[in-house]
Structure formats: C-alpha cells, structure tokens
C-alpha cells in the first residue's frame, strides 16, 4: 500500500534506490541522508543538487499522498564495487548546511530572535518559520547580534538557547521541506497515536547513562557582570565548561538559564528503541480521518510520546531526541532516542 519514493528535486528526475537511511536530531541542524543507489543511476544525481525522499500511501489525505520525509542538498558522491554489485552512495544534508559552513561578518539589533534567524537565512533562500504558526513571534528582542569572519550558527543556537519564553529556551532545527523551525520543547502528549510499548511494536531496547560529556561546574560568561556559576552535584569530577556568549548586553537570568540548559542536557540518560515503521501504521493514520494535514505520522525529533518499558521499569512520557529511519526495497525500520523533556527546556 506505501512506497518511498526518491527525487532529484533540482532535474525532476525519480531515482532507483536499494538503501536509505535518515537522521534527525534535536543537537544537530540539518537532517542528513544516505542513500544507495544503483551504479546506473549516475546522470541523475550530482553534488550540491536537491533530493527529495516521499512516502506515498493513499491513507495520507495530504500532498497528494506523498508526505515528505525530507529534504537535502548534496555533498558528496562515492561509487562502490565488489564482486556481488556495483552502486554509488549518496550523501546529503539540509539546505541549512549552506548557512553553517559559510563564514562571514554581520552584525543585527534590536530584533527578536525570530527576525534575526530569517534575516539569515533569507541570504541563502531558506524559509524559516515559527511552529505553531499561529502564535505570532513568540521570541525575545536581542540588542546586539554580531559574528566576525565566521558561521553565525553556533551564536544563533545558543541565543536560542538563552531565551526565556514560558520558563524554557528555543530550539532551532531543520524541517521536511528544508526550510527551519523555531520551537519550543513539545508540553503535551501528541493526539495521533503515537507509543512505545515493550511487547507491542518495540522490537530491541537499549538504555544508556553517559558522563563522558558531562561537567561539574558550568561557567556562562556575557555582558559587563560577572560570569555565572551552576555546579552539578551529580558529577563529581573537576571538570569545568565555560561559554562566552559573547553578547555586550545579556541580562543575569539569560547567563543563569543557559548554564542550567547546558547542565540538564549533559545529565544525558537515553532509551534507544528500534521499532518495525517510518510511523503510524496504516490502521493509525486511516483512523486520522479525511484530514491528515498538520497531523504528524513519522517518528520526527520533539514528539512527547507515552514509553512503557516493564524490563527497565520505565512507564513515562518521553520526548523524541533523535530519530534514525532506515530502509530497503522490503524493509522499514526506525531507531528512536528518548530522553526526559526536561533535557531540552
């Protein structure tokens, strides 16, 4: 009933495939894709073109039943030859590359967070966009925003990071369509449908608690004050991060949120599940009704989601941190990792 179809959106051209695998993630910008295509297939791709990957399934009432998964640019090419096959990799990245790899001066004020992320991305045709959508601009005013000689990315995250709004930062990640959102951490479980449930449609687990990246005391220095301090009783090493903000005027709460953000997200404990779909099965998204557009159906980043383990004791609502989507001509797999929310407040 549902195929996955494969695109050159910069020549129009549908592509064979043997082998796909996408990344999503709340850490990192862009999605990225690789993807195996037959060795025949090489005047239908090249670098720095546009790929488009689309599940088809007359069950989604939208996009004319070909709902996007996502949306790269091209980076590189590798043929490959054994004596079993001859094929080409592909991989790619969100058109959000562009603007992380570039290097160049700038400075803005006096605009929210908002308006500054799409004066930037504006300069290399990439649509940016505020979810929900009907909420307006809900981000701060920024009174100075400057870079020198260098990708103004890393600054546009942490400012993202630094901000207030409803008790908690902004994220900043690419979409399906290759354009950007700005959000929040998702504050409810979504209606779909989605779950993961031991014995039901979880295929393996895997729980991890990581210190490699952890700190003991987190120093966030900007503005003319005094640098602030968090220290996490957790860990009990001597380690020590500090981060510059590096804007002249930066409120002492903004200093204090960002070194609390950088503790919670370090305090990493995750649960990886790997599950039999791309999303909701079939049965799931008939019952989304006639109307499926602005209804999720993929396992993607920032989705809460009821988690039912009995083995490891874990019954909680979990967000989405990351999602690896994996498929062959016969198979359909994701990798899901699944932190507490509080990691991204």
């Known amino acids: 009933m549902s195929r996955i179809i494969v695109k050159n959106a910069t020549s129009g051209k549908e592509l064979l495939w043997r082998h796909i695998k996408i990344k999503k993630s709340l850490d990192n910008i862009c999605h990225t894709l690789e993807l195996e295509i037959p060795a025949s297939e090489p005047a239908k791709v090249h670098k720095h073109e546009k790929i488009e990957v689309r599940y088809e399934n007359p069950l989604v009432k939208d996009s004319g039943g070909k709902r996007r ?4 640019m091209v980076d590189e090419i590798t043929a490959n030859s054994d004596p079993a096959k001859h094929s080409l990799m592909v991989i790619g990245r969100s058109p959000a590359r562009d603007i992380i790899d570039s290097t160049w001066s700038g400075m803005l004020s006096n605009m929210t967070l908002y308006e500054i992320a799409k004066n930037i991305c504006d300069k290399f045709g990439i649509v940016c966009t505020n979810i929900p959508t009907n909420r307006g601009d809900p981000t701060e005013q920024v009174m100075m925003f400057s870079w020198e000689n260098e990708s103004p990315w890393t600054k546009l995250v942490t400012e993202a990071d630094s901000q207030e709004a409803d008790g908690q ?13 700005i959000w929040q951490t998702a504050g409810a479980v979504r209606q779909e449908g989605f779950h993961l449930t031991e014995g039901r449609n ?14 003991h005391e987190y120093v966030i220095t900007g503005g003319y004050g005094d640098p602030v301090s968090v220290i996490d009783s957790t860990c009990n090493n001597k380690r020590i991060l500090t981060i510059n903000l590096t804007n002249p005027i930066v409120e002492v709460s903004k200093l204090q949120r960002r070194a609390q953000t950088e503790m919670r997200r370090r305090r990493e404990t995750r649960t990886t599940v790997t599950v039999s779909s791309w999303g909701l099965t079939d049965t799931q998204i008939k019952n989304l009704g006639a109307v499926t557009n602005k209804k999720e159906i993929f396992w993607v980043p920032n989705l809460l989601i009821p988690v039912r383990v009995p083995s490891l004791g874990l019954s909680a609502n979990l967000l989405i941190a990351e999602v690896e989507q994996e498929a062959t001509p016969e ?3 994701s990798t899901i990792s699944l932190v507490n929310r509080e990691a991204y407040l």
């Open 202 to 215: 979880i295929k393996t687990i895997e729980w991890k608690e990581n210190g490699a990246e952890q700190y």
């Open 331 to 333: 198979t359909m797999s």
């Open 169 to 181: 930062g902004f994220m900043i990640t690419s979409n399906e369509a290759g354009g950007l959102y």
């Open 69 to 72: 998964v996502t949306t790269v």
